[in-house]
C-alpha cells in the first residue's frame, strides 16, 4: 500500500495512469487465457464465466461504495475540523478583545497570527518538512499563548479570563483534532481489497471476451477508463494536500475578515 500511497502522493495524474496501465494488462491476461482456453471450453463454461463476471461486477460496486462512503466521510471530517477550528480561533479573539488592556490586545494579535499559521496548516500540499514546520510553529505559538493566559489568571482570576482560558483551550483542541482529521488514511484493507476486485474483475472480463473470441477494445477502453474515474475520485477525496478536492480555506478567511484583517 506505500507504493499505492506514493504515486498518490506523487500526483493523480501518475496514480491514473498505473491504474490504467494494470487494468490494461489485467485485461489483456485474460483475453489471452481465454483465447488459449476457447478451443477446450464446454459451452457450459463460458456460461459460467457470464455469472462470474456478473458476480464480481455486484461484489466490486459493494466495495468502490463503501471505499467512496469512506473518502467522503474523511473528507467531511476536514472540512467540518476547519470550521470548528476558525469559530474557536474567533470566539477566544473576541474574548481577548473583551479582557481589554495591553494583555487582552497582545493575546488578540498573537491570535491573528495564529489564525494564519493554521490556514497555511490547511492548503500546504504535500511536503511533509514544510507540514512538520507548521506543527512546530503551531506548537511554539500555543506555548506562547497559553503563558500569557496564563500570567493573566494569575494576576486577575475572574469570570472574563476564565472565559478566554476556556476559548483558548478550546482552539488548542480543535487543532489537534484538525492534525488528526489531516492525518487519518485509508484502512490498507480496504484499499487492497478494492484494488484487488477491480483487477480481478477487469481480468476476468477480458477472459471471458477471450472464451467468445472478440476483443471488444472500444468497450474494454470505455471500462477501464470509467473504472480509472471512480478510483482517482476516491484517491482524491481521501488525500488531504493532493488533487483538487481539497479543504476550502474560506473559513480561515471569513475568521481573518471579522478580526480586521484582509
Not at 472464451?211 to 470505455?222: K, M, N
Request: net charge neutral.
Amino acid at each position: 500500500m506505500d507504493v499505492v500511497q506514493d504515486l498518490v502522493a506523487a500526483g493523480l495524474g501518475y496514480f491514473a495512469l498505473a491504474i490504467a496501465l494494470a487494468q490494461a494488462i489485467a485485461q489483456q491476461t485474460g483475453f489471452w487465457l481465454g483465447r488459449r482456453r476457447a478451443a477446450a471450453a464446454p459451452k457450459e463454461e463460458v456460461e459460467a464465466a457470464g455469472f462470474i463476471v456478473g458476480a464480481l461486477l455486484a461484489l466490486l460496486a459493494f466495495t468502490m461504495a463503501l471505499t467512496i462512503s469512506f473518502a467522503q466521510a474523511r473528507f467531511e471530517d476536514r472540512r467540518a475540523a476547519s470550521l470548528a477550528e476558525a469559530n474557536a480561533i474567533g470566539t477566544a479573539w473576541l474574548r481577548a478583545g473583551a479582557l481589554g488592556g495591553e494583555q487582552g490586545a497582545a493575546i488578540a494579535a498573537d491570535l491573528a497570527v495564529y489564525l494564519a499559521l493554521r490556514r497555511d496548516f490547511v492548503t500546504t500540499p504535500a511536503d511533509p518538512a514544510r507540514v512538520r514546520a507548521i506543527n512546530a510553529a503551531t506548537a511554539e505559538a500555543q506555548t506562547a499563548i497559553w503563558a500569557r493566559m496564563t500570567a493573566i489568571v494569575q494576576q486577575r482570576p475572574d469570570a472574563i479570563s476564565a472565559s478566554l482560558m476556556a476559548a483558548l483551550n478550546e482552539t488548542f483542541d480543535t487543532a489537534t483534532a484538525q492534525r488528526q482529521a489531516h492525518a487519518a488514511r485509508m484502512p490498507r484493507e480496504l484499499v487492497l481489497l478494492l484494488l484487488t476486485m477491480t483487477m480481478l474483475s477487469i481480468g476476468v472480463i477480458g477472459y471471458q471476451f477471450g472464451l467468445r473470441g472478440r476483443r471488444h477494445p472500444v468497450l474494454g477502453a470505455i471500462l477501464v477508463l470509467t473504472w480509472t474515474a471512480a478510483l482517482v475520485m476516491i484517491a482524491d477525496l481521501s488525500a488531504p494536500r493532493v488533487g483538487d478536492l481539497r479543504t476550502d480555506p474560506a473559513v480561515y478567511d471569513w475568521t481573518a475578515q471579522s478580526m480586521g484583517g484582509r
